[in-house]
């Protein structure tokens, strides 16, 4: 592996503590958003839209997913026969409660564990999935560095990162907003920025939801899906979402040639980076 410097200029640069971070991570999905199994909707199922021949043919083998959340993916990678082992890990809580749920299945294995700092030996996983994990944490490029090493020979990874939205108005003011509760949220009391977020979640509905719905409805597909939080079903079904991305500790985003410069950096031998409304698609191979 070679380019080490230059990766460093996209580190944590923030005054928030690697620890700080991984506390408030812990509790925020550990112990409220992921504490009950199946709390969050299926992410994996966006990849399989992304990416439809890459990540059905490598979903096999060693299967490692990094940030396995309220196990929801972990149902659907259950089914899939031509995965041999699964081995999940998280920071949180969540795991008592998942391991409880899986005690069952002989082909999985659940424990805590840290992205930065990975439990396992070098070139042992055949897939690595991680959906939404590496930008909410203090090196997402330690992450990118750990998955590497553990990944193996013509292995595949494949991941869900914040993207930059560099080019779409909408979504750069709603970062700039972001940025700014956040900064806020650092001096206010967990339970009074959880209020927040459910007071918030009707007044984002009524001014993105319900605009995004109807350009869809009158033909303007592609537009609708850049406005934020155009997936809003009711005026509280945002709060998830809300306390996600607000409470979060820190979120780094990133562009397209971001991450095509720290796949090339860490010598993948093929990579492709998709980034939309949504965010940043990514499959890697070794």
Not at 40 to 48: E, K, M, R, S, T
Not at 74 to 83: A, G, Q
Not at 249 to 263: A, D, Q, S, V
Request: charged share 25%.
């Amino acid at each position: 592996m070679h380019g080490k410097a230059p990766l460093k200029n996209f580190n944590n640069m923030n005054s928030v503590s690697k620890e700080e971070i991984e506390k408030k991570a812990s509790a925020l999905w550990g112990k409220d958003l992921h504490q009950r199994p199946l709390s969050a909707p299926v992410h994996c199922d966006q990849l399989f839209e992304v990416f439809p021949f890459y990540f059905k043919s490598s979903l096999k083998g060693n299967f490692l997913e990094i940030g396995c959340g309220s196990g929801a993916d972990l149902e659907v990678f259950l089914e899939i026969d031509s995965i041999k082992q699964i081995t999940a890990i998280d920071l949180g809580e969540n795991i008592d409660s998942l391991k409880t749920k899986f005690k069952n299945f002989t082909n999985i294995q659940i424990e805590k564990g840290n992205a930065l700092d990975l439990p396992f030996s070098d070139n042992i996983f055949d897939t690595i999935y991680s959906f939404g994990i590496f930008h909410h944490t203090a090196d997402p490029l330690k992450c990118f560095q750990e998955s590497f090493r553990v990944l193996n020979k013509n292995g595949s990874m494949f991941l869900y990162l914040y993207s930059a939205h560099e080019k779409i108005l909408f979504k750069r003011l709603g970062i700039i907003l972001e940025k700014l509760i956040m900064k806020i949220f650092e001096f206010i009391p967990y339970k009074i920025q959880e209020l927040f977020c459910i007071l918030l979640s009707p007044i984002c509905w009524l001014i993105f939801s319900i605009p995004s719905k109807l350009f869809f409805k009158f033909g303007a597909k592609e537009f609708s899906r850049k406005i934020p939080f155009y997936f809003g079903t009711n005026p509280f079904s945002l709060i998830q979402d809300l306390k996600d991305r607000l409470m979060s500790p820190i979120n780094h985003r990133f562009t397209k040639i971001e991450i095509e410069k720290i796949l090339k950096l860490l010598d993948f031998s093929y990579f492709e980076v998709v980034n939309n409304s949504a965010g940043l698609y990514i499959y890697a191979k070794k």
